[in-house]
């Protein structure tokens, strides 16, 4: 069974910095694409940011020059950097592998940004 296990959120003054890592069970080849999604109480799931295929990689507006999302293939592993951190940014975020017509979802880990 295949699981996608996040870590690295926690709490964070404004302008600093944080790296999630999703840990993948299994052979992250495979998967067509990798994503950071997040999430606040009462409100949508959205992309954060997305790696697909061969390295091609897109973002949220609201994140582009401070997010960047990245796989190491040798740990089945998927980081997201995140940098110079805002109060809008704190949410649950989510990993989310797709594997041909299968959607796989991480537990989450809580980003809080507040002084």
């Known amino acids: 069974q295949v699981q996608l296990v996040e870590s690295g959120g926690g709490l964070v003054q404004p302008g600093g910095s944080l790296r999630l890592s999703c840990a993948v069970s299994?052979?992250?080849?495979?998967?067509?694409?990798m994503g950071w999604y997040r999430q606040n109480s009462g409100k949508q799931r959205d992309l954060v940011a997305r790696?697909?295929?061969?390295?091609?990689?897109n973002y949220a507006d609201s994140v582009k020059g401070r997010f960047t999302i990245s796989r190491d293939n040798a740990k089945n592993t998927v980081y997201l950097q995140m940098n110079n951190l805002k109060p809008e940014d704190t949410a649950v975020y989510y990993c989310?592998?797709?594997?041909?017509?299968?959607?796989?979802w991480g537990q989450g880990t809580q980003v809080t940004v507040s002084s």
């Open positions: 989310k592998g797709q594997r041909l017509v299968f959607t796989y």
């Open positions: 299994g052979n992250i080849n495979s998967f067509s694409s």
């Open positions: 790696v697909i295929g061969g390295g091609l990689t």
